[in-house]
């Protein structure tokens, strides 16, 4: 840890104009990234609809489980629950890359009934095709480790990281709270496409889906022989449990009604909720270390989405002291930076225990950044950042 802060310390007047980049573990994950802080994101970036430089062949067609709707594994608006597809070709016919998409979580009956009207809550608005890019682009020269893997993007449209279970049906409002059945239907469906085949598997998700790959990593290394190499990564889903600005746990609050209202606590780790009450265990900071399959973990120390929405939510700063803020970090002044950092801290903190794991690695940068796999240019270009020589080199986009 003291190696985390001192490194990063050194390089921490860069900040703002670079990023400074920290990486452990194994090597068995090339990670990429190139920093794209100019750009600030909003929310809606989590789910890309759009990824510049996609090529056409690259869009994916959506499959709906029309079939699990009878075992219950539907959205929350009882609709069928959907993934993309893409063959892997060559060397990687039996190779798979199972990705869980993102797109936060709702945490009471009107926010999920809002919800029902987009794509995270009915797979009724999911766009039939979805471009695949980043880690899950089928070029070579852009991803030269997985192109030919058969790769998969599962739709995310629970509300609970793939992990809510209520048996019955809302009345009322019409919601079903059913994550945990999809994950189940769309694994049983994957196996039976040739997943029961794989050589190798990687569960991979962004943000909320980075939780659920938190959450699923060992029920799905469970699903495989045990020859079968399974490895996991979580990028942007290590959401931590943290004060905001106003000294309120509001993270945790909000947690803890997404894990009661939709019946999250029987698909959370037993080591954990055996512990400590239940919605902390949605909270990877208290499991990781139990988790025995190899987990590689990518997350920016000050992650944008993780400042807007844990550090200083609206609700917190009631004369928008923070917007400036929070919309271009150039604008922090001296005292917002300062928390900034504490923030940055608290993580580095909460992942120390991890970094003693023997099974996992991970790679903490310091970009205001939010899920970062997937983007073609920070997963992997000629102007990506390199670590140990394996692709890395700093530039700012
Ligand atoms: C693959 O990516 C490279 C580098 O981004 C690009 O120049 C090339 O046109 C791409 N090939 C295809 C078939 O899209
Ligand atoms: C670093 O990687 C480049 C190409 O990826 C290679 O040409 C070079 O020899 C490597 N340098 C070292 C020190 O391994």
């Not at 039996?94 to 009934?113: K, M, R």
């Not at 947690?255 to 512990?275: A, F, I, P, T, W």
Request: with cysteine; aromatic share 12%; charged share 20%.
């Amino acid at each position: 840890m003291a190696n985390i802060r001192s490194r990063s310390g050194l390089l921490w007047k860069k900040w703002g104009r670079e990023c400074m980049f920290f990486a452990t573990g194994f090597g068995f994950l090339l990670i990429v990234l190139l920093p794209s802080l100019n750009s600030w994101k909003k929310e809606s970036d989590m789910i890309p609809k759009h990824f510049p430089g996609t090529s056409p062949g690259d869009l994916v067609d959506l499959t709906l489980l029309q079939s699990s709707k009878v075992k219950g594994a539907v959205c929350l608006d009882g609709s069928a629950p959907g993934y993309h597809l893409q063959r892997g070709f060559g060397s990687g016919s039996n190779y798979w890359i199972v990705h869980i998409e993102g797109g936060g979580w709702c945490n009471t009956l009107e926010s999920c009934s809002l919800r029902k009207n987009t794509a995270l809550g009915s797979s009724t608005f999911m766009e039939k095709q979805v471009p695949f890019s980043g880690f899950l682009s089928s070029n070579q020269s852009q991803n030269p480790d997985f192109f030919s893997w058969n790769k998969v993007r599962i739709r995310y449209c629970d509300g609970a990281s793939l992990s809510g279970e209520l048996e019955d049906e809302v009345q009322g409002y019409g919601l079903f709270f059913r994550g945990q059945r999809i994950w189940r239907a769309i694994m049983d469906e994957l196996l039976l496409k040739g997943l029961a085949n794989a050589q190798k598997a990687l569960l991979s998700g962004c943000s909320a889906g980075g939780l659920a790959t938190f959450i699923h990593c060992d029920d799905f290394r469970a699903l495989l022989p045990k020859g079968v190499t399974v490895k996991c990564l979580a990028d942007g889903g290590f959401f931590l449990d943290e004060k905001d600005v106003s000294g309120k746990r509001s993270i945790k609050s909000f947690y803890h009604e997404v894990v009661s209202m939709q019946g999250v606590s029987k698909n959370l780790r037993k080591d954990c909720v055996s512990r400590v009450q239940p919605s902390q265990c949605f909270f990877p900071q208290e499991f990781i270390t139990g988790i025995e399959t190899p987990i590689f973990i990518v997350n920016s120390a000050y992650d944008w989405w993780q400042i807007q929405n844990i550090l200083a939510p609206d609700d917190a700063d009631p004369h928008n002291d923070w917007l400036k803020c929070k919309q271009d970090i150039y604008n922090c002044n001296l005292d917002q930076l300062k928390v900034l950092h504490e923030y940055r801290s608290s993580m580095l903190d909460a992942l120390e225990p991890f970094q003693h794991s023997k099974n996992g690695g991970m790679f903490i940068n310091s970009c205001y950044a939010h899920c970062q796999t997937w983007k073609d240019k920070t997963w992997h270009s000629p102007e990506s950042p390199r670590l140990n020589n394996k692709s890395f080199y700093s530039k700012v986009n």
